[in-house]
């Protein structure tokens, strides 16, 4: 069926470094995507998104890259800081649907 | 703060006992939903509003479930007879109905079915 799925269940970077999460999804017709950040016990924070008609979208210290050929999609996280340790997931949804569909998650570890 | 908030953030419930769980979404967001969040999986879609009309329904939720926003502000979830698959983070979200329609969650209801 119809996934949007991850690379990597567990991230494990220094404080400073880069970190890079992917993502890969199945749906062609997908042109709405978002990454979200979940600390432990609380809901999914929106941290930035993206549309089809984009490959490439800045925040502060984030970045997401979409790659629509490949179906791939990536989080580039800035300078990690501890505060940055959380699960992260990417999710999409497409025309004709308000349902996000979210992967299982990424565990970013930030090593002090 | 004027973000999603849930109510109650944790209930425990006896196998075969009704709950019901509380949503208010960020003001004027037209659209609202629930998810269910199993431990170490993604949001799982439940079911929308959009003002007050339940506009979709995902094959999650069964008919011991209702959801309702009977004045397309603040919405509840109920289950009845609860069983211990039920046990899960419930989480609801909003979104303002415009053209990004970006969903914002709230802080979720943990329950825990004995």
């Known amino acids: 069926g119809e996934s949007v799925g991850l690379h990597l269940p567990t991230l494990s970077v220094q404080e400073g470094d880069n970190s890079i999460i992917n993502c890969a999804y199945s749906?062609?017709?997908?042109?709405?995507f978002i990454w979200y950040k979940q600390e432990s016990g609380k809901g999914p924070q929106f941290i930035i998104d993206?549309?089809?008609?984009?490959d490439k979208r800045q925040g502060q210290r984030v970045t997401v890259l979409l790659n629509k050929t490949v179906k791939h999609l990536s989080l580039q996280i800035a300078a990690t800081q501890p505060g940055d340790s959380a699960v992260y997931f990417c999710a999409e949804n497409g025309p004709g649907r308000r349902a996000l569909t979210f992967g299982s998650g990424t565990r970013l570890q930030v090593q002090p | 703060d004027t973000g999603v908030s849930q109510d109650p953030r944790h209930k425990i419930t006896k196998r075969g006992q009704n709950v019901t769980f509380r949503c208010d979404p960020i003001?004027?967001?037209?659209?609202l939903y629930w998810y269910r969040q199993t431990l170490g999986q993604g949001p799982e879609f439940l079911t929308y509003f959009q003002n007050e009309a339940q506009l979709e329904k995902s094959r999650l939720l069964s008919d011991r479930f209702s959801a309702e926003r009977p004045k397309g502000s603040f919405s509840t979830l109920e289950i009845q007879r609860t069983e211990q698959g039920d046990s899960a983070m419930y989480l609801c979200?909003?979104?303002?109905?415009?053209?990004?329609?970006?969903?914002?969650f709230g802080p979720g209801t943990r329950l825990t079915v004995l």
């Open positions: 993206i549309r089809s008609n984009m």
């Open positions: 749906n062609s017709a997908s042109d709405y």
């Open positions: 003001s004027e967001h037209n659209r």
């Open positions: 979200a909003s979104s303002p109905g415009s053209h990004t329609d970006t969903q914002y």
